[in-house]
């Protein structure tokens, strides 16, 4: 399976695209009413910077406790309680008279849902697609992240000038709850990967994987580079101010040819040895910002920079190949929760640098997290290309097969 034509024939790869679709527009609407409302209101780069990417902190403390729910959970099920959080998140947000600290309580509630859930939407690929084909789903999916990401923006950043953050916040709740009735009428109720308590199994196998001489280092190179470039997109509206949203939408542009090229026309070996060129690249540009280039060049090297996002597929190839499939939904979501926890300490971390540095040295901060993630692709890059091996724990435990009900329909196009 090659191309996307074949891709597309398989039903429910289209329904979980679908669901994708809309859950994004949800995320991007109601990030940039988010951290715009929070500027707004505060002034502060650094409460914007953990309004945008802070939530993953959440997951940091409770992933170590609820990560196995990816596998324990019928997947279906956790995406439509993912999409019920949302909608729930963003109905919250749009309330009148919030504080800035009561919209980070409302933020955090959001992240606690996902640490349960982090890894339900890439191990249920790994199962409704062929083996052959994971690559090019998987760059399709991020594919639709960076397609709603360059909508989300564009028409979020013109829908600020003519109406308020709190209708923003209103129709991410309205997608995401058309998310939950997709996943609902699209996708088959599979059984859970696994049984067990949650807790104690949580803690296992996030042992077994961080403590595993292959896996480790590859989630290393997943989080740390990508982290620190994060944090220099967190300083966009504190840079643009209300041009922002196309700084933003340009480096969703970036990370979608990126994906189409990578996952699409690249071959595996190739794929491999391109890890670190385009970890590099990922900070690059950014070092160019202290000249202060205008919007235009700015978002020009936005996008050239989210081109190196795409290190994350081949990435993400050799996750399934040293994972085992009872555990697969848990290693994604420890791989998606470090992923966003890198981002959120490098949002952090990048919001302080400005606000150290003084709002009108921004450029310079983002710089300093360019360098900052040019050292560490250079400290990583013997693990650049990790051994692929079978992994050899412990099979898990037997347990009686749960019999799936009739496949439904098809999607219509009005869902």
């Given amino acids: 399976m090659t191309t996307y034509r074949e891709l597309f024939a398989v039903r429910e790869f289209r329904a979980l695209f679908v669901v994708r679709l809309f859950t994004m527009t949800a995320v991007v609407l109601s990030g940039l009413a988010l951290g715009t409302v929070m500027y707004g209101e505060t ?16 997951q940091l403390v409770t992933a170590r406790y609820l990560s196995a729910t990816s596998d324990l959970l019928r997947p279906r099920s956790a995406m439509i309680f993912m999409a019920c959080v949302a ?3 963003a109905s919250l947000q749009a309330l009148p008279g919030l504080t800035w600290w009561m919209r980070f309580v409302i933020l955090a509630g959001g992240y606690v849902a996902l640490a349960a859930t982090a890894g339900t939407v890439i191990a249920l690929l790994s199962d409704i697609v062929p083996k052959d084909a994971y690559v090019l789903a998987r760059s399709t999916m991020n594919i639709t ?12 950043a013109l829908l600020l000038a003519v109406m ?24 088959s109720d599979r059984p859970p990967r696994a049984r067990g308590n ?6 296992r196998v996030n042992h077994e994987l961080l403590t595993s001489r292959d896996v480790r280092p590859l989630l290393l190179m997943m989080w740390v580079p990508n982290g620190l470039v994060v944090g220099c997109e967190a300083l966009f509206i504190p840079y643009a101010g209300g041009e922002a949203g196309f700084l933003l939408a340009a480096g969703a542009v970036g990370m979608l040819l990126g994906d189409i090229v990578v996952g699409r026309f690249v071959p595996e070996a190739l794929r491999d040895r391109l890890v670190l060129p385009l970890r590099a690249l990922l900070a690059l540009p950014f070092l160019a910002f202290p000249l202060s280039p205008p919007v235009a060049v700015a978002a020009a090297l936005a996008g050239l920079s989210a081109f190196g996002f795409s290190a994350s597929l081949p990435l993400q190839e050799r996750l399934v190949l040293l994972t085992r499939e009872d ?17 959120a300490l490098g949002a952090v971390l990048a919001g302080g640098l400005a606000q150290l540095y003084g709002t009108h040295a921004v450029a310079w901060a983002m710089a300093t ?19 692929a091996h079978p992994p050899t724990p412990d099979p898990p435990t037997p347990h009686p097969p749960t019999p799936h009900p009739p496949t439904p329909g098809p999607l219509t196009a009005a869902g």
Avoid at 43 to 58: D, E, I, N, R
Avoid at 164 to 187: D, E, N, P, Q, Y
């Fill in 87 to 89: 909608t729930l998140t």
């Fill in 43 to 58: 002034g502060s780069p650094l409460l914007t910077s953990v309004a945008l990417f802070g939530g993953p902190l959440v």
């Fill in 145 to 156: 992240v960076g397609g709603m990401q360059i909508i989300g923006n564009a028409v979020g």
């Fill in 327 to 343: 555990v697969r939904g848990q290693a994604f979501g420890l791989a998606g929760t470090g992923l966003m926890v890198g981002q």
């Fill in 164 to 187: 308020s953050t709190s209708w923003l916040f209103a129709i991410a709740a309205c997608v995401s709850v058309t998310a939950g009735v997709m996943a609902r009428t699209g996708l």
């Fill in 198 to 203: 949650v807790v104690e199994r949580s803690r």
């Fill in 369 to 387: 997290m360019a360098a900052l993630s040019l050292l560490v692709t250079a400290a990583l890059r013997a693990v650049g290309r990790v051994p």
